[in-house]
């Protein structure tokens, strides 16, 4: 697949002058646009903090295939039903959710899991596998036991669960998911999703780590969470997160081609021109500050001539 050539100035933020990436080569750019335009591939769901009043929570969506037999990877599921609502506005129908990586068992990022199996419990054709690591795996079956009881036996085999292992791959559809271990004072992982020669990789939350930074190398799309601007770096890392400079500084070491930040605080405590200011002056690639329903075309590779 590939990330399809063009200009969105509107998103993304340009770098000071002497340091802009150079545009236009065979690889293109990624595209950003109205979650309601074109059919979206890769959308960002919810972009804020645990206590982000203005956004919603953390959850992506990678529509592998579209169409009546649709097939979305989730990763992570926002703080609650706001999950539900913003897969409708998305246009991502509920029964093409056929895969849910969870990153880490906080509300802000497991909340919505509950919400969704009921709701998928009522669709007959749903049937879904969810991907954790092994201590989150146990707390999310907690986690159900304690809100909904039940909820696994309604979907029988239709819900099926995966251990998964840092460092390890394994398929969804024709894209290929690593999870990779970071750093957020308890269990948290990371995932690195290709498909084709394309490569989008999420970091989940986390302070800088040498795990993340290995698997971000030669990403297309680096989607990298930031707490606030480097002043409030000694919290950010005690709170197990990173600021935007760490995360521009990540890309760069990384060679990463495009940084999108997100799980970002409430703008009276984080400005968002400060934290892209702040990224921009370190990062050279394009860098963007998602917001909700962010929607990147990633399109199947033409052959070259
Ligand atoms: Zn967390
Ligand atoms: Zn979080």
Do not use: K
């Not at 995932?191 to 394309?198: L, T």
């Amino acid at each position: 697949m590939e990330i399809r050539a063009h200009d969105d100035a509107d998103h993304w933020i340009p770098a000071p002058a002497a340091r802009q990436a150079p545009v236009g080569d065979r690889h293109g750019e990624p595209r950003i646009r109205p979650a309601n335009a074109l059919p979206p591939r890769v959308v960002m769901l919810g972009t804020g903090d645990p206590l982000n009043h203005e956004r919603a929570q953390a959850s992506l969506a990678f529509q592998l295939r579209e169409g009546a037999d649709g097939e979305t990877l989730l990763i992570d599921t926002s703080s609650g039903t706001i999950l539900l609502g913003q897969l409708r506005a998305a246009g991502i129908a509920l029964m093409s959710i056929r895969h849910v990586c969870i990153s880490h068992r906080h509300f802000d990022h497991a909340g919505g899991l509950a919400p969704l199996l009921v709701a998928l419990s009522a669709i007959p054709e749903a049937a879904v596998t969810v991907h954790a690591p092994p201590a989150t795996r146990a707390a999310l079956h907690d986690l159900l036991a304690a809100s909904i009881p039940g909820v696994e036996r309604w979907l029988g085999p239709r819900l099926q669960w995966s251990t998964v292992t840092p460092g390890r791959a394994f398929a969804v559809g024709d894209a290929t998911v690593t999870p990779f271990a970071v750093e957020h004072g308890l269990e948290c992982v990371g995932f690195r999703v290709e498909r084709g020669s394309r490569s989008i990789v999420y970091s989940a939350d986390t302070r800088p780590c040498a795990s993340l930074s290995a698997h971000a190398e030669g990403a297309d799309l680096l989607i990298h969470e930031a707490y606030g601007v480097q002043a409030t770096a000694d919290e950010a890392h005690h709170l197990g997160h990173a600021t935007a400079a760490d995360a521009a500084r990540m890309a760069h070491a990384a060679g990463v081609r495009h940084l999108l930040l997100t799980h970002l605080r409430s703008s009276r405590l984080a400005r968002p021109q400060a934290l892209g200011a702040e990224a921009a002056a370190i990062f050279s690639g394009r860098l963007a500050l998602a917001t909700d329903l962010t929607t990147i075309a990633v399109e199947p590779v033409r052959p070259i001539p």
